[in-house]
């Protein structure tokens, strides 16, 4: 199956989560966070600066998680229209 090409708007919603989470981690290390959530420092950089505007649904869970984040407010965030 071929993933069909991301738009401008799925790149708009990457970089809101990707800032969410960076100011949800606040003065934790990019590292410490990783490693809690069982990814790679790497992954969580890609996230955070929207390099990854698509993340997988249990990568942000486990996110979520350790960084105490509901996860209906990432969506509440993500879905915003350009408008807000």
Request: one cysteine or more; glycine letters at 6%.
């Amino acid at each position: 199956m071929v993933r069909p090409p991301l738009t401008e708007l799925d790149h708009e919603r990457g970089n809101r989560l990707g800032n969410l989470l960076r100011q949800a981690r606040g003065e934790r290390s990019m590292v410490e966070v990783a490693a809690a959530a069982g990814l790679s420092a790497e992954t969580l950089r890609k996230i955070e600066t929207g390099r990854v505007p698509t993340p997988a649904f249990f990568t942000i869970a486990a996110l979520a998680a350790v960084l105490n984040v509901s996860l209906d407010v990432l969506a509440e965030v993500c879905a915003q229209d350009r408008a807000a």
